[in-house]
Nanobody, 128 residues
Framework: QVHLVESGGGLVQAGGSLRLSCVASLLTFSDYAMGWFRQAPGKEREFVAAINRRGEGTSYADSVKGRFTITISRENAKNTVYLQMNSLKSEDTAVYYC???????????????????WGQGTQVTVSS
């Protein structure tokens, strides 16, 4: 059974930084593309960032590119994917979810429907 466990969320002041982590219990982590999504109260879950299975290709949502510095990365040896977020704003407050999908390609995915497995989420609250 696949489990994804996020951590690293919390309360941070505007302009601050957080690094989210997601540890996956997967047979072969490097066979999975990974993604981060977020969901604010009353809103739909939205794509934030994705990374291909080798960690060589990444994609970011237009809504976050240029607004604050984010970096998705992964360590396949540790079954872990990260999301580094800098210069956070109050509108970034949301529950952040990690997602995984098996693939034999080097592609990455930005739609919720493309992911098979989800974590329980970690709350990020940015105070202004």
């Amino acid at each position: 059974q696949v489990h994804l466990v996020e951590s690293g969320g919390g309360l941070v002041q505007a302009g601050g930084s957080l690094r989210l982590s997601c540890v996956a219990s997967l047979l072969t982590f490097s066979d999975y593309a990974m993604g981060w999504f977020r969901q604010a109260p009353g809103k739909e879950r939205e794509f934030v960032a994705a990374i291909n299975r080798r960690g060589e290709g990444t994609s970011y949502a237009d809504s976050v590119k240029g607004r604050f510095t984010i970096t998705i990365s992964r360590e396949n040896a540790k079954n872990t994917v990260y999301l580094q977020m800098n210069s956070l704003k109050s509108e970034d407050t949301a529950v952040y979810y990690c997602a995984a999908t098996p693939t034999y390609t080097d592609w990455y995915y930005s739609r919720t429907s493309e992911y098979d497995y989800w974590g329980q989420g970690t709350q990020v609250t940015v105070s202004s």
